[in-house]
């Protein structure tokens, strides 16, 4: 076996441990693989070349496995990969001048029991009391507690 082939076996080893670590951690097919890879390599260096060789090959594999892994959690692979964007949403800010116990309004999605509603002007997050609304149905408000409002189907 020349030294490419062992170069190759240990270079794709390493491909295949930092892909375990950097993009698929949990799976350990891809570590597994990594690791087998890297020992045949390092297993034929000492078979066909000798022990030092061998030992010179399993001191760079160690080496070369320490510096790409720094190298690799250095880079700005973290920066390019992460979410940079921020959430604006908030809950439901409900404020007690503008909706009350009583008020009435329309559902404008389904409530499977939760959906929105359109309640004296504003939209809101409402739920009902287990029960489904269909969309477009007059409700009216029956419970306020902090951020969640309870809604049933407003009666005639």
Avoid: C, H
């Avoid at 964007?85 to 939760?114: E, F």
């Avoid at 969309?135 to 306020?144: C, P």
């Amino acid at each position: 076996m020349s030294w490419t082939i062992i170069a190759v076996l240990i270079i794709v080893g390493f491909l295949f441990l930092l892909l375990e670590i950097l993009v698929l951690p949990g799976t350990n097919v891809a570590g597994i693989i990594g690791f087998v890879l890297i020992g045949i390599g390092v297993w034929q260096a000492y078979a066909v070349y000798g022990g030092v060789a061998g030992t010179l090959t399993l001191a760079g594999s160690v080496v070369f496995s320490v510096v790409a892994l720094y190298l690799a959690l250095k880079s700005r692979t973290w920066s390019r990969a992460s979410l940079k964007s921020a959430i604006g949403s908030r809950v439901n800010l409900v404020m007690p001048d503008k909706i009350k116990v009583g008020d009435t309004g329309k559902t404008i999605s389904r409530l499977a029991p939760m959906g929105k509603a359109f309640i004296n002007g504003e939209y809101y997050e409402v739920r009902s009391n287990g029960e489904m609304i269909d969309q477009g149905s007059e409700i009216e408000v029956t419970k306020i507690d902090i951020n969640k409002i309870t809604v049933k189907l407003k009666t005639p």
